[in-house]
Nanobody
Framework: QVQLVESGGGLVQAGGSLRLSCAAS????????VGWFRQAPGKEREFVAG????????QYADSVKGRFTISRDKAKNTVYLQMNSLKPEDTAVYYC????????????????WGQGTQVTVSS
């Protein structure tokens, strides 16, 4: 079992920055890839960024490339999502998921999820 806790969300103006954290506990987390997803009201959960187990490989949705950076601190069992140049369309609840061997864009393949953290970007 793996437990995930997201934090760092909030209200920010367009053009601003936030850093989300996903703190994990439990066995095997260090062997799993991790994905950040987001879900806006009335929309499907969508892939934002992912990182492999070692932190050496990352993947991003086209909509966030060049603005968001995912990283992994293995010593702290924590994955971060640095979000810069935020836009109103980035407003959503952000979730981290794990339990996969490799990063996948399909949220249904992830076994473990956190409770989510709200990000609101005002124009």
């Amino acid at each position: 079992q793996v437990q995930l806790v997201e934090s760092g969300g909030g209200l920010v103006q367009a053009g601003g920055s936030l850093r989300l954290s996903c703190a994990a506990s439990g066995r095997n987390f260090r062997t799993y890839a991790v994905g950040w997803f987001r879900q806006a009201p009335g929309k499907e959960r969508e892939f934002v960024a992912g990182v492999n187990w070692s932190g050496s490989s990352t993947q991003y949705a086209d909509s966030v490339k060049g603005r968001f950076t995912i990283s992994r601190d293995k010593a702290k069992n924590t994955v971060y999502l640095q979000m810069n140049s935020l836009k109103p369309e980035d407003t959503a609840v952000y979730y981290c998921g794990t339990g996969v061997v490799v990063v996948t864009l399909n949220p249904y393949e992830y076994d473990y999820w956190g409770q989510g953290t709200q990000v609101t970007v005002s124009s």
